[in-house]
Each structure stands twice: as structure tokens, then as C-alpha cells.
T-cell receptor, first 113, second 116 residues
Framework: DQQVKQNSPSLSVQEGRISILNCDYTNSMFDYFLWYKKYPAEGPTFLISISSIKDKNEDGRFTVFLNKSAKHLSLHIVPSQPGDSAVYFCAASAETSGSRLTFGEGTQLTVNP | NAGVMQNPRHLVRRRGQEARLRCSPMKGHSHVYWYRQLPEEGLKFMVY????????ESGMPKERFSAEFPKEGPSILRIQQVVRGDSAAYFC??????????????FGSGTRLTVV
């Protein structure tokens, strides 16, 4: 049972344009959501998070949007840079499960110069 | 990722051997989490430990896998009698006593286990 799904395995955008990565979840108990970036042969690096009491959180070029009714969140990167090319993972947590994270399958973002 | 140290980075084991993966959390972090990433998949939670205590092992396979986080020294993930299906990247993460999720806690670079 995949509770967090990233339906796009890959995304390719031009440098300077917006990258939009999507994530859907099924567990209504999830109340905290995070995005991680991962380069090959490295561990995931935390990017940005959002609590279920909010619908938007912004940090520099990165903005996460949460639509609780649709159980959907998205990560916007503006403007996209070649160094953003990596695998992006969406993750979710429920207060009842402590600090355990449930990850999506990841989306490979490629930003072309 | 430099703060959470995992070793070895790569580990090759023959079927039936034991694999020991080590994780030293960031300084001041007393919570350790182990995740496994199979090829073409996302990370899957395995176990959550605090010093000398297993808090949540709901993601651990029932057999052959064990984890510990002793009072002194690194956390150890131990896989006995490895099989080819154990081949994966194993990631450790650590967080401070409180508020770990607010900072997304910190992952190590992982140990890539290959069973031949």
C-alpha cells in the first residue's frame, strides 16, 4: 500500500523556468510533509516542509503548496537551475507515528542549460 | 550530509554471510533512524532508536534483521544470513532530542549493500 505517491518518475525543464513536482497521499492522518533532494551516491537532503495547518510555505526559490482536501502537495522551484537536477522525494509523517517518515518513489528532475 | 557518518560506504557480502552497517549520528543527536532504499523505489522506514532503546521497529523484517544503539558507540544495523533481496542502499538519519522533524532530520550518505 503506497501511501505517498509521486506519479511522475521524471521531469525535464529549461533553466530559468518553473519546475513543479507533484505528490499525492492517501493517509488522512498525515499532518506534516517534507521534500528532500537526493544526488546520486548521497543521502537525501532536507529542502522544505509544511504543516497541515498551512497551505503554503516558501523558502527562497522553493515553495511547497498543500491541498488537504485533494490530499495533494506540490513543490515549485523558481527559477530552476542546472544544479537543481536531482531526485526529489516527497515524505509525510503522522503525529501518531512519531518521527517515522513515509516516502514517495521520487521524481528525477533534470534542468537543462 | 557530512554530520551523520555511515560506514562502510559500500559492502559486498556473499549469500549467507552477515552484514554490519554502522551509523554515527551528528554530535548532540540522540535519535537514530534507519531507512532502506531498494532499486527504483523510495526510502522505506525500518527502525527508530534512541540510546539503548528501540522505539519503533515496525518496518524491520521479522527475521535476520536487528538494530541497536548502545550507550557508547555507533548505531549498528545487522543483517544475518544475507540474501540477494537484501541488496539495497541503507540510510541512517539522526535528529536532536526534540523537533527533529521540523528540520527534516539529517541523513548520512548511506551504505550500499550488494549480496552476490
Amino acid at each position: 500500500d503506497q501511501q505517498v505517491k509521486q506519479n511522475s518518475p521524471s521531469l525535464s525543464v529549461q533553466e530559468g523556468r518553473i519546475s513543479i513536482l507533484n505528490c499525492d497521499y492517501t493517509n488522512s492522518m498525515f499532518d506534516y510533509f517534507l521534500w528532500y533532494k537526493k544526488y546520486p551516491a548521497e543521502g537525501p537532503t532536507f529542502l522544505i516542509s509544511i504543516s497541515s495547518i498551512k497551505d503554503k510555505n516558501e523558502d527562497g526559490r522553493f515553495t511547497v503548496f498543500l491541498n488537504k482536501s485533494a490530499k495533494h502537495l506540490s513543490l515549485h522551484i523558481v527559477p530552476s537551475q542546472p544544479g537543481d537536477s536531482a531526485v526529489y522525494f516527497c515524505a509525510a509523517s503522522a503525529e501518531t507515528s512519531g518521527s517515522r517518515l513515509t516516502f514517495g518513489e521520487g521524481t528525477q528532475l533534470t534542468v537543462n542549460p | 550530509n557530512a554530520g551523520v557518518m555511515q560506514n562502510p560506504r559500500h559492502l559486498v557480502r556473499r549469500r549467507g554471510q552477515e552484514a554490519r552497517l554502522r551509523c554515527s549520528p551528528m554530535k548532540g543527536h540522540s535519535h537514530v533512524y534507519w531507512y532502506r532504499q531498494l532499486p527504483e523505489e523510495g526510502l522505506k522506514f525500518m527502525v527508530y532508536l534512541q540510546k539503548e532503546n528501540i522505539i519503533d521497529e515496525s518496518g524491520m523484517p521479522k527475521e535476520r534483521f536487528s538494530a541497536e544503539f548502545p550507550k557508547e558507540g555507533p548505531s549498528i544495523l545487522r543483517i544475518q544470513q544475507v540474501v540477494r533481496g537484501d541488496s539495497a542502499a541503507y540510510f541512517c538519519a539522526s535528529s536532536p532530542k526534540t523537533g527533529g522533524l521540523n528540520y527534516g532530520y539529517t541523513f548520512g550518505s548511506g551504505t550500499r549493500l550488494t549480496v552476490v
